[in-house]
């Protein structure tokens, strides 16, 4: 028997979502941090920082997409089977504003076969909705979490 076969799903979808972060350079980059991850769920923050405004001195609507579909990538890997976004919407309905915590609430609303839908709200501090995004998955080969990757597997990677 496998390690991965015998980790609770919320301990596979933890070593997924540090072994994804790992690899992910522009979440690295935006200071993004994972809060939680579970099975078809995470929370993943970021702060709003000068160089992520726009021309109107708000935080850029594509870093706000960013952080969404990072948290969207986490939720539907959460199962240890590689999966893309196939589409997405968003929909923009406050501002950020520098110096702000954006925190991102991605949670799984159907899977089924090789597909899924997700809904991911974005909140700043004061936990007042920014943005609604809506993630379609699609499940292709490969794992991201192995029996070799002991790190990732004990929670240990990157940390």
Known sequence: MSITSDMTPDQLAHACSIAMHENDHTAKALGMEIIETRA???HLEMVVRKDMLNGHAICHGGMIFTLADTSFA?????????????GCTIDFAAPGFEGDRLKAIAEERHRK???GVYDITIYNQK?????????????????LVDDSDESALHGTKGE
């Open 40 to 42: 078809g769920f995470a």
């Open 74 to 86: 986490h939720a539907c890997n959460s199962y240890n089977k590689v999966t893309v976004a196939s």
């Open 113 to 115: 076969g090789r597909t």
């Open 127 to 143: 936990d007042q909705a920014l943005a609604f995004f809506r993630g379609k998955s699609h499940q292709i080969n490969g794992v």
